[in-house]
């Protein structure tokens, strides 16, 4: 799963699930284990939850591997532009 945050640096649970070919319960153990050491951050848009790669994202677009943090604006323009159909 780690390695697939280097292709799209957002996922969901579901996206995780299928990544890993486990139970959504699983997955969410999982997402949840990288969320508490802080390779993954939570954002929810109403009632769905992403989890960006922040750190990830960082480097890609060249500010570095600082603990740079993203304001509510910038990781939703992530969230957009990394999962597809996301409006």
């Known amino acids: 799963m780690v390695d697939a945050l280097f ?3 957002s996922l969901t649970i579901a ?3 299928e990544l890993l070919g486990v139970s959504t319960r699983s997955a969410s153990l999982a997402v949840e ?3 508490d050491v802080g390779i993954l951050h939570e954002l929810r848009r109403g009632r769905r939850r992403y989890f960006l790669a922040n750190e990830i994202i960082d ?3 060249g500010r570095g591997s600082d603990r740079w943090r993203m304001s509510r ?3 939703r323009g992530a969230v957009e532009r990394t999962l597809p159909g996301m409006s």
Do not use: F, I, K, P
Request: hydrophobic share 35%; glycine share 0%; proline share 0%.
């Open 73 to 75: 604006e910038q990781q």
């Open 59 to 61: 480097v890609a677009s």
């Open 33 to 35: 284990r990288l969320v």
């Open 7 to 9: 292709e799209r640096q």
């Open 15 to 17: 996206r995780a699930q």
